[in-house]
């Protein structure tokens, strides 16, 4: 399982564009990558996907480049409510029978 | 649809004793695991399933174990509690047959202090 590597926190201002860039030198040619998002007392949520270049929805941007050794998590225009753990994940398809192994995280605190 | 339910939301033990954590999922999801947290901490995989009948270990199996009769539940059984156990477990659930992750649906959590 590809290993994942994340800032342990970090800090922004509310209206501000956040980007949390994950590690991942080991990324097998069939992993994708996904971002959760955790508020405290609640179960992880998920957030986005992708596999390469770039993903977006209604909540962020995930940027893969093409080495895919790493991706980064944009979210734009941050708001107070956007305090949380944020994780990348790395591993291949359900399919597969692998383990869904979480990280550290990063713990991004918004502030006024 | 109830998503992932939890049960019980709260529970204090004594070292040695015995409990089981249920999880269950109206959702038809393949894939079931358990995780959990410790202050401060990332999550942690105990137990995960990939089918009814199928289980394997995680990173963390030790103290605990698993079964998997029907599709819809995935208990956590706590053989002899120990101090070391507190912590808050997540049951999660996914549909495994898809390209790609798939998204993983945590439940709300059981929070257990061991005495």
């Known amino acids: 399982l590809a290993k994942t590597t994340q800032p342990i926190s970090m800090d922004s201002y509310e209206g501000q564009e956040v980007n949390i860039t994950c590690s991942h030198n080991?990324?097998?040619?069939?992993?994708?990558i996904t971002w959760y998002q955790q508020f405290p007392s609640q179960g992880p949520r998920f957030i986005i996907q992708g596999y390469k270049t770039k993903v977006t929805n209604e909540v962020a941007s995930l940027f893969i480049p093409a080495d895919r050794k790493s991706s980064t998590l944009s979210l734009p225009r941050v708001s107070l409510s956007d305090t949380a753990v944020y994780y990348c994940?790395?591993?291949?398809?359900?399919?597969?029978?692998?383990?869904?192994?979480f990280g550290s995280g990063t713990r991004l605190s918004i502030r006024p | 649809n109830a998503g992932v339910t939890q049960t019980p939301k709260f529970q204090v033990l004594k070292t040695g004793q015995s409990m089981t954590l249920q999880c269950a999922q109206d959702?038809?999801?393949?894939?079931m695991s358990w995780y959990r947290q410790d202050p401060g901490m990332g999550l942690r995989l105990i137990h995960y399933?990939?089918?009814?009948?199928?289980?394997d270990q995680g990173e963390v199996p030790n103290g605990y174990n698993v079964s998997r009769s029907t599709t819809e539940d995935f208990p956590l059984r706590l053989l002899s509690a120990a101090p070391s156990q507190t912590s808050v477990y997540f049951c999660?659930?996914?549909?495994?047959?898809?390209?790609?992750?798939?998204?993983?649906?945590f439940g709300p959590g059981t929070r257990l202090l061991v005495l």
């Open positions: 959702m038809n999801h393949e894939y």
């Open positions: 999660a659930s996914s549909y495994s047959r898809t390209v790609g992750q798939e998204t993983q649906y």
């Open positions: 994940l790395v591993g291949p398809p359900y399919s597969s029978a692998s383990k869904i192994i």
């Open positions: 080991n990324i097998a040619t069939n992993d994708y």
């Open positions: 399933s990939v089918g009814a009948g199928i289980t």
